[in-house]
């Protein structure tokens, strides 16, 4: 049984692994090198915490506030681009409380599963990233998200998560290092952490030493369909040929869907990190700024900074003021914790793949019998590989799934 696997960012390899484990031959095309896709630098996050998806009440309102701030950490750029139009507006028809409703359940259950996955996965051999459960802290810093969280943390214990709301000097206590300058927190001791580039880095040597074809620096040109089935993938470089295909693809799953003859709503959203090797000052649990959209995650010797959602379409420009955004939010919450804003050579940027409704893309095509899609995970493409690539395995060996995912349709929009 021979598998092609389109795209080999986090969710790609993931695929590519549980495929490898079920008796697949695999093969992935990717048009880069695998060195730098959009897992490598961010926040390395396991997050059953994140129920609600990006597609929200309020959202749209903040996000109009936001757009006149050069340092906020969400922004829709206005554009005339008829993709961007289309997608901006199926995000304002979901954006509601019907959508957040609906997707927790799913989202609960796909995170649990993953988190699950990764426990199960760090024990095997070859494998060490770091992976740590400690939960993660959200600070607030003023009543009003103070509220907000707070709630929000009511209804995770509603769905079974394991959340605590803190007091200042409780969250003190956890972070006897550091200052805090907060109202409070809530820990939701659901999450976990990791080290995203050693992750990716283990996936890649174990594919390639159970068998795996790498094929980098492989644009695909034509999607060739026949009989409701892909025939073949055709690159610049060679045509690939197999029973089943996956296509993931990131920010670019749009436009490899469109060769396929299926529409697929996204857009990608930048977001940027920078990385402090051996900090003076390191948190102990990984940390959401609340008000500041900023995450903040200690990775062994280092301490990642993380943040902004910039939907602008897919472009090389580094927008410093975000960055800085991102830094000068730091201290507000840890007075005695500063980041100096690095030079450009050292801000890390990628492109989170966003749906409409911020929910991911995970099934089969209705339209071609022999593909399944994986994409759209948006800011959790990490927290939910290892559930999404194992579900991918389930649907290629049809066998019953293990978590329910009539959400997450890829042809929904279609």
């Known amino acids: 049984m021979k598998a092609v696997v389109i795209g080999g960012g986090i969710i790609g390899l993931c695929s590519a692994y549980y495929l490898q484990k079920a008796g697949w031959h695999v093969t992935i095309i990717d048009k880069g090198n695998l060195n730098d896709n959009c897992s490598y630098g961010n926040a390395g996050m396991i997050v059953p915490s994140h129920f609600v998806p990006l597609a929200s009440p309020g959202i749209v309102a903040q996000g109009i506030k936001w757009m006149f701030d050069s340092k906020s950490p969400f922004y829709i750029k206005p554009s005339l681009n008829l993709r961007m139009a289309n997608w901006g507006l199926k995000f304002l028809q979901h954006a509601n409380q019907k959508n957040v409703t609906n997707a927790a359940p799913y989202l609960r259950d796909l995170n649990l599963f993953s988190s699950n996955l990764y426990n199960e996965l760090a024990a095997q051999p070859g494998f060490d990233?770091?992976?740590?459960?400690?939960?993660?802290?959200?600070?607030?810093?003023?009543?009003?998200?103070?509220?907000?969280?707070?709630?929000?943390?009511?209804?995770?214990?509603?769905?079974?998560?394991?959340?605590?709301?803190?007091?200042?000097?409780?969250a003190q206590l956890l972070e006897p290092d550091v200052e805090l300058d907060v109202a409070g927190a809530v820990h939701y001791h659901c999450d976990g952490h990791l080290s995203p580039d050693k992750l990716v880095q283990q996936l890649k040597e174990s594919i390639i030493k159970n068998g795996g074809d790498l094929r980098t620096n492989c644009t695909i040109i034509r999607i060739g369909t026949s009989n409701g089935k892909i025939t073949k993938v055709q690159t610049d470089k060679e045509d690939f040929t197999a029973d089943i295909f996956v296509m993931t693809g990131g920010a670019w799953l749009p436009d490899l869907a469109k060769m396929a003859g299926i529409k697929i709503p996204l857009m990608p959203g930048k977001g940027y990190s920078i990385t402090q090797n051996d900090p003076v000052l390191k948190l102990q649990i990984p940390?959401?700024?609340?008000?500041?959209?900023v995450a903040i995650t200690p990775m062994g010797d280092r301490m990642r900074f993380g943040g902004t959602m910039e939907i602008a379409g897919i472009n090389n420009t580094i927008n410093i003021n975000r960055v800085k955004g991102i830094i000068e939010s730091v201290p507000n919450y840890f007075p005695n914790l500063n980041v100096a804003l690095p030079e450009k050579k050292d801000i890390w940027f990628g492109f989170r793949p966003c749906s409409p409704d911020g929910l991911p893309y995970i099934?089969?095509?209705?339209?071609?019998?022999?593909?399944?899609?994986?994409g759209g995970h948006s800011m959790m493409g990490l927290s939910l590989a290892p559930a999404t690539g194992k579900l991918v395995t389930e649907m290629a060996g049809n066998v019953p799934l293990s978590v329910k995912i009539e959400a997450f349709d890829p042809e929904r929009f279609s």
């Not at 607030?140 to 214990?157: P, W």
């Not at 099934?363 to 994986?374: E, P, Q, T, V």
């Open 129 to 170: 990233f770091d992976l740590e459960q400690k939960g993660i802290l959200m600070y607030f810093k003023t009543d009003e998200v103070g509220e907000e969280e707070i709630k929000l943390s009511e209804k995770a214990r509603s769905l079974g998560l394991d959340a605590e709301v803190l007091t200042q000097k409780q």
């Open 287 to 293: 940390a959401i700024l609340c008000e500041a959209k």
């Open 363 to 374: 099934g089969k095509s209705k339209i071609l019998n022999n593909l399944i899609i994986a």
